[in-house]
């Protein structure tokens, strides 16, 4: 009778363990463009993911940039580039710098720019609905609250 005790603590602490995890949030946290030396193409983009939800763990992810004609979900894209974001302990951030002047196509200054993370929906996050940022125009990328962090 003690070891079935027992052994039913142990159950409950397991279960415990796993319903007390927090799903990590993935956002991008920054999107920059840095001109060329005649200040007329981009020659880099930066791009900030960071995992805003405390007391989680993120997987290896991943991040894709988009350059398009404009903001019009139909628009063609011009030139695309992604990288691998490592796995990010809540708190945490990487920020990858892309060179888009080896692009074939020069991209002009002002193009609209849209940078998500995750694409694939390969993480199960506290929220999906904040992993895009625009420029020009700016918006999307809210990083979330840590009160939006749940189970």
């Given at each position: 009778?003690?070891?079935?005790?027992?052994a039913g603590i142990v159950v409950a602490s397991a279960t415990l363990t796993?319903?007390?995890?927090?799903k990590p949030d993935l956002v991008v946290a920054g999107l920059t463009?840095?001109?060329?030396?005649?200040?007329?193409?981009v020659a880099r983009v930066s791009?900030?993911?960071?995992?805003?939800c405390r007391g989680s763990e993120a997987n290896t992810s991943f991040v894709i940039v988009t350059f398009?004609?404009?903001?019009a979900a139909a628009s063609k894209s011009i030139y695309f580039v992604g990288s691998r974001v490592r796995p990010l302990k809540g708190g945490e951030s990487q920020t990858l710098t892309f060179d888009a002047a080896a692009s074939a196509?020069?991209?002009a200054l002002g193009s609209f720019v849209l940078a998500e993370v995750d694409p694939y929906g390969?993480?199960?996050?506290?929220?999906?609905?904040?992993?895009q940022r625009t420029l020009n125009p700016s918006g999307g990328g809210n990083a979330s609250s840590p009160a939006q962090c749940r189970r």
């Open positions: 009778m003690i070891t079935k005790f027992a796993t319903l007390g995890q927090v463009v840095d001109p060329d030396a005649l200040g007329q193409f791009v900030t993911v960071s995992n805003v398009k004609e404009n903001s196509k020069q991209i390969k993480t199960s996050e506290a929220s999906e609905s904040n992993n």
